[in-house]
């Protein structure tokens, strides 16, 4: 296919404006530390996390919610299993979502976008899984499911945290909900999700 010189000419003012912003979602990508990952699950919420906690729920309109320890992945699973049942906060997040990804198509094009959050998918992926699944080992977890089920988590969680970047939101006061909830998930934690007026947290 031949592209007449004035169409790439148009074209090149569009790329250089989101070079940057493609750059910045790569270097999220390459900031991404496995080995943090699943690190602190059961151990009592500290200070900064109950921040990100509140942070998080804040944003999603639910100020009313308290965040909650989960001590073990049984635990775990039955805070999955009732979120599965009570979708409200599911239901929040996607409004965000949508409002994030109509930020971000007025600075980059879809392919841009599908580009950079296929990057973050990669890098995410298989290194989510092999955390989840070592940790999961650690606790003698048997319950496949509920392993892929962290693991999805966490790749979703960068999803939101990469599209906060792109919508040039991630210097936002306070924090967006979703890069709140990436940082949980970076200090080792599994935030299973909202039940109620629950944030389960492992």
């Given at each position: 296919m031949?592209?007449h010189?004035?169409?790439e000419g148009?074209d090149?003012?569009r790329?250089l404006?989101?070079?940057?912003?493609?750059?910045?979602?790569r270097a999220?990508?390459e900031?991404?530390?496995a080995n943090?990952?699943?690190s602190?699950?059961?151990?009592?919420?500290?200070?900064?996390?109950?921040?990100?906690?509140r942070t998080y729920?804040?944003g999603?309109g639910?100020?009313?919610?308290e965040?909650?320890?989960?001590?073990?992945?049984?635990?775990?699973?039955?805070?999955a299993?009732?979120?599965?049942?009570d979708?409200?906060?599911?239901?929040?997040e996607?409004?965000l979502r949508t409002?994030l990804?109509?930020?971000v198509?007025?600075?980059?094009?879809?392919?841009a976008v599908?580009?950079a959050?296929t990057?973050?998918?990669?890098?995410?992926?298989?290194?989510?899984?092999d955390?989840v699944?070592e940790?999961?080992a650690l606790?003698?977890v048997e319950?496949?499911g509920?392993?892929?089920?962290?693991a999805?988590?966490?790749a979703?969680?960068a999803?939101?945290a990469?599209?906060?970047?792109?919508?040039?939101?991630?210097?936002?006061d306070?924090?967006?909900?979703?890069?709140?909830?990436w940082?949980?998930f970076a200090?080792g934690?599994w935030?299973?999700?909202?039940a109620?007026?629950?944030?389960n947290i492992?």
């Amino acid at each position: 296919m031949h592209f007449h010189d004035e169409d790439e000419g148009a074209d090149i003012p569009r790329l250089l404006e989101e070079i940057p912003l493609l750059y910045k979602a790569r270097a999220f990508a390459e900031s991404l530390n496995a080995n943090t990952w699943f690190s602190r699950l059961g151990e009592p919420l500290d200070a900064r996390e109950r921040d990100l906690a509140r942070t998080y729920l804040d944003g999603l309109g639910f100020p009313e919610a308290e965040p909650a320890l989960l001590s073990d992945w049984d635990e775990a699973a039955g805070a999955a299993e009732t979120q599965d049942r009570d979708p409200m906060g599911w239901e929040a997040e996607e409004m965000l979502r949508t409002g994030l990804v109509s930020r971000v198509l007025e600075r980059l094009d879809e392919e841009a976008v599908h580009a950079a959050l296929t990057l973050v998918a990669q890098k995410t992926g298989d290194t989510a899984r092999d955390a989840v699944e070592e940790a999961a080992a650690l606790a003698d977890v048997e319950d496949i499911g509920l392993v892929h089920a962290a693991a999805g988590a966490l790749a979703q969680a960068a999803n939101g945290a990469v599209l906060v970047v792109l919508a040039e939101a991630e210097d936002d006061d306070p924090p967006h909900p979703f890069l709140a909830r990436w940082r949980l998930f970076a200090r080792g934690r599994w935030p299973v999700g909202l039940a109620g007026a629950t944030y389960n947290i492992l």
